[in-house]
């Protein structure tokens, strides 16, 4: 049960998808998030065998290195866990989005870094009017 939710019918069915599963009204989950309450649904769930609830947790405190650090990156995003929990938690939503976080952090960090070596490199070389005067008195 792999998948989104849409909120209406004015969505395409594309060539790659595979299955539509349509809820009535009464089969829904209420949109009330109640608190963990730590059964343990989402780990038997979970068909990579990682802790939804620990993710989940570090997820709200947006605590994404500890989130890669407890094997977010192998979250395959199946939504098994939001599925299973009773407290109706959007487990898989949230390590969506924490995925999208810690990436995009990732990302500004390396573009910090390559502005500092690009500093440091014109720092390093000098002012171009340094190089002028070096090739004049090396002739």
Known sequence: ???TCMPDLDVPIMKGTTGV?????AESRPARVYPCIRCGH????????????RL????????YEEMVDAD?????????CSYVCPSNIPLAQMFGLAKRQW???RELERQKED???EAEEVAAS??????????????
Request: hydrophobic share 35%.
């Open 1 to 3: 049960m792999m998948g």
């Open 21 to 25: 599963v349509v809820l009535t009204e």
């Open 42 to 53: 989402c780990l038997d769930a979970c068909p990579v065998f990682l802790n939804p609830s």
């Open 56 to 63: 989940g947790r570090l997820a709200r405190a947006g605590r």
């Open 72 to 80: 977010l990156p192998t979250c395959m995003l199946c939504g098994s």
């Open 103 to 105: 990436r995009r952090e």
């Open 115 to 117: 502005r500092e070596e």
């Open 126 to 139: 000098g002012p171009a009017e340094d190089h002028a005067d070096d090739a004049g008195r090396a002739a």
